[in-house]
C-alpha cells in the first residue's frame, strides 16, 4: 500500500507540473516592464511572452498583438517557444506512461513489465522539468543581465514576469513527481526458496523413496549367510 501512495502522489505533482508547462507556456508574461527611473510612474504595461505582446492601460483596457514573425523575438524566446511545445509532449507521453503502469490501473497484470513502466514513466517527466527548466531560467537570465545594461534606456527595461516564476514552480514538481515514481524500481527477486521448489524436491524425495522399496540397492552392509551341514 505504500508503495501505491507513493505512486498516486508522484503521478499527482506531475500531473500539476505538467499544466504548470501549458500555463507558463501561453502566459503572455515572460517579460514585464520594469518601473525604473522616468519610468515609475506610466499610463501603461507591457507584457512579453512568446507567442502575443499585450499592453494594458491606465483605464484597465487590454490589447494583445500575435507576433508577426518569429525573427523579432529575441534569440531566447526563439529557443523557448520550441522547448516549452516539445516539454508538453513529452510530458503527455509520461503521465501516459505512468497512468498506464499504475498500480490501481487495470491495462496489464502485475509484474516486472509494469514497474519497469513507472521507472520509464519516471525519467520521462524528470526530462520534461529540464527542457522546461532551460527556457525559463535562460530568459530570466536574459533579463537580469538586460536590466543591468547600461547601454539600454530606462524605457526597454523588463523584470520577470509571472510565466518564468510558474515555469519554476512546474519544474519543481515534474522533478519531485518523476523522482517519486523513478523511486519505485521493480521488484527484485526474493532469497528465500519458492513453493514450487519446495514442491518439487519433495517430489524427487519421494520418487526415490519408492524406488527404494521396488527393489533397489540398499545402502546397509549385508553379511554373507552361513551354511549349516
Known amino acids: 500500500m505504500r508503495s501505491v501512495g507513493i505512486q498516486v502522489l508522484g503521478s499527482s505533482l506531475a500531473l500539476l507540473g505538467w499544466l504548470g508547462v501549458i500555463l507558463a507556456c501561453g502566459l503572455p508574461m515572460w517579460k514585464v516592464t520594469a518601473f525604473v527611473g522616468i519610468n515609475i510612474v506610466t499610463a501603461q504595461i507591457i507584457w512579453e511572452g512568446i507567442w502575443m505582446s499585450c499592453v494594458m492601460q491606465s483605464t484597465g483596457q487590454t490589447e494583445c498583438k500575435m507576433y508577426d514573425s518569429m525573427l523579432v523575438l ?133 520418487s526415490q523413496a519408492s524406488s527404494v522399496r521396488t527393489g533397489a540397492p540398499s545402502t546397509r552392509s549385508s553379511t554373507p549367510a552361513k551354511t549349516y551341514i
Not at 134 to 160: K, M
Open 74 to 206: 529575441s534569440s531566447d524566446l526563439q529557443v523557448a517557444r520550441a522547448l516549452m511545445i516539445i516539454a508538453i509532449i513529452v510530458g503527455a507521453a509520461g503521465i501516459l506512461v505512468a497512468f498506464i503502469g499504475g498500480k490501481c490501473t487495470n491495462f496489464m497484470p502485475e509484474g516486472l513489465t509494469k514497474a519497469k513502466l513507472t521507472s520509464t514513466a519516471g525519467f520521462i517527466l524528470i526530462a520534461t522539468g529540464i527542457l522546461c527548466l532551460v527556457p525559463v531560467s535562460w530568459t530570466g537570465s536574459s533579463i537580469i543581465s538586460d536590466f543591468y545594461n547600461p547601454l539600454l534606456t530606462d524605457a526597454q527595461r523588463r523584470e520577470i514576469g509571472a510565466s518564468i516564476y510558474i515555469g519554476w514552480g512546474a519544474t519543481i514538481l515534474l522533478i519531485l513527481g518523476g523522482g517519486l515514481l523513478l523511486n519505485l524500481c521493480p521488484p527484485k527477486e526474493d532469497s528465500n526458496p519458492s513453493v514450487k521448489y519446495l514442491i518439487v524436491r519433495s517430489s524427487r524425495a519421494s
